[in-house]
């Protein structure tokens, strides 16, 4: 064969082979849907985009013939696949190092590494190496033996808001949500479901929409130290009445994690060369596998992301422009870049100059005209916005979380990324979006099993000895005029190693934070280190 598909025994991932034909997939796919995957090298491309487009679960499939590879991902990339050409044949792969190895020294491509080091991602298809391409979310890519490429992009999130009374969607809001979460419960077949249970809306939502639909078999956490976030959790786990446990999480225990083989390995596994690694729960869930309070089948399911497609990443400059309908002419285009960059670009200081951001924001504005040609070129000011966010950072850096639970052997369930919830909100008005109104407004409203009255994301400051220090220190800001950006930069640098509820502050010395002033938080440092293990420290300089 031509290609050469470098998965073996990946979590999840299965191979089955019929005439001359390999499939590689990953996904609880019917018998039926496995064999219509082994027509599509046959069927036209349009064909196998129509049939992709009905397949609503998480998946990804490779399939591989004597010419040809069909690659395809799900519509948030769940799991993500890389691609690349080496001596005449195509490699495919579900993490980089393979492909590297085979490789060599790649190319390293420089907007990749100026984009991860501002904002954690790359754009586009690309990857840090430019002989390296991946799929983006909703996208199947036909490979040939002829070197060509072929992409279609199936699944395009690009919210186009249509009309109904506030009401309407409301009650369309409370069927759908109650839909995907049976869909979920359904999934499950009976087992341990472990729900890692914050004081904000999202874990919420699904903790006691789980009771509120009768499933029992369910456990909470909450990870770090006592604080609001943990007390919360605890409430809000004992009205529920399901188990609950306090993960604790000490800077000593941690720092040994973080120089272990294991570590290391879970950087190797999780890896495709397209964003920085998510590390922040990754002890917590080893703890929790080692303390056998979970089941051995037990499924992970978190809130992500909520948040995000419920309306609370709209800025309130793109609210207050989105009056305009369409970006149809320049100085929206500029303004709506200008807003994304300087929400998410913002890594390092000092990386933030002129130059710099002409690269990003060319290489944005590519992905933007790709919008506008699939959506007839109407779009809204917000709904590029939205979109340029769901296939950057949270399809390639906020779900590549998932990573963590397979590393342990978990699967893992996404119901607010269901694509039906996805469907819902693309038609939603700004206005209903903005700051979620529509969304807190249903959960308070239906209050399901009773706990959402209790407070939601309060701050407090912990751990309680550095309240003191910490408050003459912004007192002594506040006297001398500094402004908030002053105080927070010097909060990171002096009191976050303390402060951070994750432990991923003590990945670094406490030194390195105090003296990186030009950094925004420990993503920073994250964005670097990640970079310097690929060899790529220059785009500091």
């Given amino acids: 064969m031509n290609n050469r598909v470098l998965i073996t025994r990946e979590y999840k991932w299965d191979k089955i082979s019929r005439n001359e034909i390999d499939i590689f997939f990953k996904g609880d796919l019917e018998s039926s849907c496995l064999d219509m995957l082994f027509s599509l090298p046959f069927k036209s491309n349009s064909f196998v985009q129509q049939y992709v487009n009905t397949i609503s679960i998480n998946f990804a499939f490779i399939i591989s013939t004597k010419n040809s590879c069909i690659l395809a991902v799900d519509h948030i990339r769940s799991t993500p696949i890389i691609y690349a050409r080496i001596h005449k044949k195509w490699y495919v792969d579900c993490r980089s190092s393979r492909i590297l190895s085979i490789m060599g020294n790649g190319e390293i491509d420089r907007e990749s590494s100026i984009s991860v080091a501002m904002s954690g991602y790359t754009i586009g298809s690309k990857t840090l190496y ?61 087992r341990q479901a472990v729900i890692p249970l914050s004081a904000g809306y999202d874990s919420r939502l699904i903790a006691s929409g789980f009771k509120y639909l009768g499933y029992e078999n369910v456990k909470c956490y909450s990870y770090g130290f006592e604080n609001f976030e943990s007390d919360t959790s605890k409430i809000i786990a004992k009205k529920l009445g399901y188990d609950w446990k306090l993960v604790k999480l000490g800077i000593k225990k941690e720092k040994e994690f973080y120089k272990s083989k294991e570590f290391d390995e879970y950087l190797e596994f999780s890896d495709v060369s397209t964003s920085i690694p998510v590390i922040r729960w990754l002890s917590t869930v080893r703890i929790l596998k080692e303390s056998k309070w979970i089941d051995k089948n037990a499924v992970f399911i978190n809130g992500n992301s909520g948040d995000f497609i419920s309306g609370g990443h709209i800025n309130s400059e793109i609210y207050r422009k989105e009056k305009q309908e369409y970006l149809n002419n320049e100085t929206d285009i500029n303004l709506m870049l200008d807003l994304f960059l300087e929400k998410h670009y913002n890594l390092w200081k000092s990386l933030c100059n002129e130059q710099n951001k002409v690269i990003v924001k060319d290489a944005l504005l590519c992905e933007y005209n790709k919008l506008l040609e699939h959506n007839n070129g109407k779009v809204s000011i917000s709904s590029a916005y939205e979109s340029i966010e769901y296939f950057h950072r949270q399809s390639k850096y906020v779900v590549s979380a998932q990573r963590i639970y397979e590393y342990y052997g978990y699967e893992w369930r996404l119901p607010l990324w269901d694509v039906d919830y996805l469907r819902f909100w693309s038609k939603v008005p700004i206005d209903l979006k903005y700051k979620q109104k529509l969304y807190k407004d249903m959960l308070y409203k239906e209050n399901w099993s009773g706990v959402w009255r209790v407070p939601i994301n309060r701050s407090n400051i912990r751990p309680k000895w550095i309240i003191p220090l910490r408050a003459i220190a912004k007192s002594f800001f506040l006297i001398t005029g500094n402004n908030k950006k002053q105080w927070h930069k010097f909060e990171n640098s002096v009191f976050k190693y303390w402060m951070d509820t994750g432990r991923v502050t003590v990945l670094f010395s406490y030194l390195q934070l105090l003296f990186n002033g030009d950094y925004r938080g420990v993503q920073s440092l994250i964005s670097k280190k990640y970079l310097e293990s690929n060899k790529i420290s220059d785009v500091f300089h």
């Fill in 130 to 190: 430019k002989s390296v391409s991946s799929l983006v979310a909703g996208q199947i890519v036909f490979l040939k033996k002829s070197k060509s490429v072929n992409k279609i992009q199936y699944y395009q999130y690009a919210p186009n808001p249509i009309h109904h009374s506030a009401s309407q969607f409301e009650y369309e809001l409370k069927q759908v949500t109650l839909n995907i979460l049976k869909k979920t419960i359904s999934s499950l077949r009976g």
